[in-house]
């Protein structure tokens, strides 16, 4: 049972355009979910994260939202840029399970110049 | 802030032969790190959870004796590879979350690619 989604395993966005990665979980004990970049061959870096007491939290070119009664959250990217271009993957998490994270299957993003 | 290290990035050796991988977090305290093993074209695997001064929690399936599990000190944690088989060839990737960082947050580490002739 797979309780972190990624449905669209690719997305391509053109250079400069909003890229839109969503994420749905069916876990409602899950309070803590994190968005992470990464490249073939390396660890995952962590990009941005929100609690489930905000709808929304901002860092940068980076926005995650937050819908608890969808069990859905997104990230934004805007302005994409082709430096962007990496597998992204979703991730969950509850405090009563040591903070492990269930990973979503990633979306490969693309960013086209 | 909130850097973690591995060594080596990627090591080969023999059949039969045991490796140790470190992870390091260097600029925090790690109260509980992770190890994960990543297969071609697949998410991260969770292998097994540490915490400072205890023994390892493995998840199901995860051979204890195989794959040992150190967490020495709050800064260090160690996986050690016994016996090594070419099955274990993979990527080994370990992550912290600790003190003073956001402690829900798990930062990873770059990686250590096994290679098991």
């Known amino acids: 049972d797979q309780q972190v989604k990624q449905n669209s395993p690719s997305l391509s966005v053109q250079e400069g355009r909003i890229s839109i990665l969503n994420c749905d979980y069916t876990?409602?004990?899950?309070?803590?979910f994190l968005w992470y970049k990464k490249y073939p061959a390396e660890g995952p870096t962590f990009l941005i994260s929100?609690?489930?007491?905000?709808d929304k939290n901002e860092d940068g070119r980076f926005t995650v939202f937050l819908n608890k009664s969808a069990k859905h959250l997104s990230l934004h990217i805007v302005p994409s840029q082709p430096g962007d271009s990496a597998v992204y993957f979703c991730?969950?998490?509850?405090?009563?399970?040591?903070?492990?994270?269930?990973f979503g299957s990633g979306t490969q993003l693309t960013v086209l110049p | 802030g909130a850097v973690v290290s591995q060594h080596p990035s990627r090591v080969i050796c023999k059949s039969g032969t045991s490796v140790k991988i470190e992870c390091r977090s260097l600029?925090?305290?790690?109260?509980?790190m992770f190890w994960y093993r990543q297969f071609p074209k697949q998410s991260l695997m969770l292998m097994a959870t540490?915490?400072?001064?205890?023994?390892?929690?493995?998840e199901q399936g995860v051979e204890k004796d195989k794959f040992l599990i150190n967490h020495a000190s709050l800064t260090l944690s160690t996986l050690t590879v016994t016996s090594a088989h070419p099955e274990d060839s993979s990527f080994y990737i370990c992550?912290?979350?600790?003190?003073?960082?956001?402690?829900?947050?798990?930062?990873f580490g770059p990686g250590t690619r096994l290679t098991v002739l």
């Open positions: 540490s915490n400072e001064g205890s023994k390892a929690t493995y």
């Open positions: 991730a969950a998490s509850y405090r009563g399970s040591a903070r492990q994270l269930t």
């Open positions: 876990n409602s004990m899950f309070d803590y």
């Open positions: 600029d925090f305290q790690a109260t509980t």
């Open positions: 929100i609690s489930s007491i905000k």
């Open positions: 992550s912290a979350r600790g003190k003073g960082i956001g402690a829900d947050t798990q930062y």
